[in-house]
């Protein structure tokens, strides 16, 4: 069993977002207080977490999270990776360098923002790192078959995942190339990102966009997630998606 659960579900600024007066900023619904986009995956007592933002720690204390076997990473914008100082602790008890799995140009920018993490002689305590490189080929770590997805964010080439190929997490996107559409045909999970509600984005799904590549798909369940304030209220908005489809929220779990 695959169990999922969402550790942060909003877009790089967050929900409440600073210096904003929208409504959504003042809600005293849970759903609508959004940490930055990451999932935590959990199978066999093992854990994997995908992303690793600002809003890292606050997250694997919220989760109360001991463990963790790697870190794998879509892209190197902050709000994905910026996080990565605060597994110094989990190192630290695990007696063992953090293992963090991405893209060559993702691991050179986290090098070229973390340079202390990466020098021959460190300061004591700095965190510590083993790199494995992604390339076209699907990996395994702790038990998690992984498939890189390619995936368009803008112009910027990422990547998204397929996980036992039952769950495909895809976020920051704003174009699916036709082999990935083909790799998640019939998913049994589908997470996409989903900006707002049809305002369009230059590199970023709407909720409509959205729905429509999850109906092209056939997946038998989407959640959506990399949610703005500009979406609107949780609740309100959940109430005209189809059947199976779903705003997701910080906390959210589920099971495959």
């Not at 579900?9 to 900023?25: E, L």
């Not at 977490?49 to 919220?62: M, N």
């Not at 790697?70 to 008890?93: A, K, Q």
């Not at 460190?122 to 790199?131: D, I, L, M």
């Amino acid at each position: 069993m695959l169990k999922i659960q969402f550790l942060g579900t909003g877009t790089s600024q967050g929900i409440p977002v600073i210096g904003s007066d929208h409504p959504v900023n003042f809600s005293t619904n849970p759903k609508d207080k959004r940490l930055r986009s990451s999932v935590l995956l959990t199978k066999n007592g093992q854990n994997l977490v995908i992303d690793c933002g600002p809003d890292f720690r606050q997250q694997i204390l919220r989760a109360n999270l001991r463990t963790l076997e790697g870190i794998v990473f879509t892209h190197e914008h902050n709000d994905h990776v910026l996080g990565i100082d605060d597994t110094r602790s989990l190192s630290h008890f695990a007696g063992k360098p953090m293992d963090i799995y991405a893209g060559e140009r993702t691991l050179n920018e986290i090098k070229n923002r973390f340079p202390y993490a990466f020098a021959e002689e460190k300061y004591p305590g700095a965190p510590s790192f083993n790199e494995h490189l992604i390339n076209n080929q699907s990996f395994n770590i702790a038990g998690f078959h992984i498939e890189p997805l390619k995936v368009l964010h803008g112009n910027l080439p990422i990547l998204g995942f397929l996980v036992d190929e039952k769950f495909a997490y895809i976020t920051d996107a704003s174009h699916l190339p036709e082999e990935t559409l083909e790799k998640i045909k019939d998913i049994d999970v589908l997470v996409l990102n989903a900006l707002r509600i049809n305002e369009k984005h230059h590199s970023h799904f709407t909720l409509e966009e959205a729905l429509v590549v999850a109906d092209q798909v056939g997946a038998k369940n989407a959640y959506f997630t990399h949610i703005s304030v500009t979406m609107g209220f949780h609740d309100e908005v959940q109430k005209t998606l189809p059947k199976n489809r779903f705003l997701s929220y910080d906390g959210l779990e589920i099971e495959i």
